[in-house]
């Protein structure tokens, strides 16, 4: 197969944010919920201040019978742990459906770890919200923290986000 991992580039987000809705209704959440719009993932990613690293696998577009050959992308950042230091925070990993099967989510993770390691992390972490993809993980090495330790995963959403932070004096 001649599908190609490559970095994202800034014309690259246009396919990444239909890319972000579509795992949204992969998780039946209305796309609406989809708040980053086009310029902000522009400028998150390509900005004076880069907020995330992105890698797209790409097709000929001779084999995708779409427009542009991009079939799917992986997305992520740099978080910190007082324990093992740098690690890297896969956001998103994406295959469109027609073109799973063909080793090419394993290619992308596989490269960001390979960028994780190139820039010092001790660790990759995701959250997955659905089981059936946990066996893609578990593949690739991984182990789910949440069967293991039982660790919890709490998220303050806007309102109590901004609750909390209004209640600081300082
Ligand atoms: C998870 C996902 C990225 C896998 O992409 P893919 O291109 O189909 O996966 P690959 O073809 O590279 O599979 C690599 C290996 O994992 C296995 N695998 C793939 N999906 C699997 C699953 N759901 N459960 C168990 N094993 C799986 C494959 O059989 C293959 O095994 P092999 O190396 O022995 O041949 C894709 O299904 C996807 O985009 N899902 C929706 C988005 C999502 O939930 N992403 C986060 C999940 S990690």
New binding site residues.
Partial sequence: MNCIIRPCTVKDCKVILQFIKE?AV?YRVPPTEVKVTLEVLREDGFGAQPQYDCYVAELPPRQTNKEGGIV?YVLSSFTYSTWKGRNLYVDN???QPQF????????LIEKAAQAAVAKGCGQLRMH?A?T??M???A?QGGQDLTAKEGWSLFHFKEDALRRLAARSKF
């Fill in positions: 795992i992969h799917g990993l994406y295959v799973r099967g063909q080793q090419i989510g394993k290619r997955i659905k059936n993809e066996g893609f993980l593949r």
